[in-house]
């Protein structure tokens, strides 16, 4: 068994008011009308990991209305035979904190002890919009296996904001660029690199599994030109770069014009052009791909959290799905609208119900 909450408690967070939950490691089947709160209790498990969780949540944004008092996330996770206990609260919308076993902790020590990956029904639509979502799905990944990719992402866009500004000013002077483009240099090259391991790890992970879900060939490209190899070649690019970025008003090079090209492999057709049922196969394919890779490198599966997952597929795959999650040892929570979207699952779960009460959001399990 890996990575799993046994106990979880959410306060004055988005429609729960107050809700508390025991759980083994097995994955967690939650159920009940549109609307209930389903949805918020995974994204209060999303913040046992570090960033805004899978909604991309402000913190303010999450607060219970309309006492708007705050929230608070605790819960007992338990990890490779240790027992963390672990809090994430935010007050008057300020930035959340994190305590571990009663200390003070930062994000990324967070992110060393949770790992936590996701799929939600907004990703959908990953193949056919813009690049910034798929850098951001590829982003997510690459924390999953590097904690201090967020670091190297939070350096350099705000050296990049601060760039631009100076190039819609119009500013001219040598020096103050030469300092911010070193700065962008050395963490854009840790995000291209990191964002290259990832790809690594999930082709590794696809290549040695057997699984119902087709594989994708995924490609990091650059919308203009190359990505330059080195934290120097970068350098001098944006040095390069000056006079062109100073017409657009914006830096025009760097891993923020990066993109992911995705082909379903056995068909040779690139994803954004693949059915709506075969692009969501290849979502799940990708997440399954992450947690087995994260199994191998730290020993145990990630906690994986399945928004709605269950009425896109058919019961075959509806089978499968559960059949590799159960396999990989992971606790998965999944939502649906009723209990015959997790039948497949018997026992091998445990359920929790969402309702909704007249002070918010019900839970039982």
């Known amino acids: 068994m890996g990575l799993a909450l046994t106990e979880l408690t959410v306060s004055h967070f988005r429609s729960h008011k107050l809700a508390r939950v025991s759980l083994d490691g097995r994955p967690v089947a939650i159920h009940g009308p549109n609307g209930a709160g389903k949805t918020n209790i995974l994204e209060a ?29 605790s819960g007992v996770l338990g990890a490779q035979g240790q027992r963390y206990e672990i809090e994430t609260w935010s007050e008057g919308g300020a930035a959340r904190q994190v305590r571990i076993d009663e200390k003070a902790s930062s994000q990324i020590e967070l992110g060393k002890l949770a790992r936590v990956v996701w799929l939600i029904p907004s990703m959908d639509r990953l193949w056919i919009e813009g690049a910034e979502g798929r850098r951001r799905f590829l982003d997510r990944i690459a924390l999953s296996f590097d904690p201090t990719h967020a670091e190297a992402s939070l350096s350099y866009e705000k050296a990049m904001r601060e760039r631009n500004r100076l190039l819609k000013e119009q500013v001219r002077d040598a020096h103050w660029y030469a300092a911010l483009e070193g700065q962008m240099a050395e963490s854009g090259h840790r995000i291209h690199a990191a964002r290259l391991s990832a790809l690594d790890y999930l082709r590794a992970a696809q290549d040695r599994a057997e699984t119902a879900f087709p594989s994708a060939e995924l490609e990091l490209i650059q919308t203009e030109g190359a990505m330059p190899e080195t934290a120097e070649d970068l350098r001098d690019a944006l040095s390069e770069s000056r006079f062109r970025d100073l017409a657009a008003g914006r830096t025009l090079v760097g891993p923020h014009r990066s993109d992911v090209y995705g082909v379903f492999a056995a068909k040779g057709v690139p994803a954004k052009d693949c059915s709506t049922g075969e692009q969501k196969a290849l979502l799940v394919s990708l997440i399954l791909s992450n947690a087995r890779a994260l199994a191998e490198m730290v020993g145990a599966p990630p906690i994986v959290l399945l928004d709605e997952v269950a009425a896109h597929l058919d019961a075959g795959r509806r089978a499968a799905l559960y059949d590799e999650i159960c396999a990989l040892g992971a606790q998965a929570w999944m939502t649906g609208t009723g209990p015959e979207l997790f039948t497949e699952l018997g026992d091998r779960a445990q359920t929790v119900v969402v309702t909704e009460g007249d002070e918010g959001s019900v839970v039982t399990a």
């Not at 046992?48 to 913190?59: E, K, L, N």
């Open 45 to 73: 498990v999303s913040l046992f990991s570090p960033g805004r969780g899978m909604r991309r949540a402000s913190a303010a944004e999450m607060t219970r209305r309309p006492e708007a008092l705050g929230w608070k996330v």
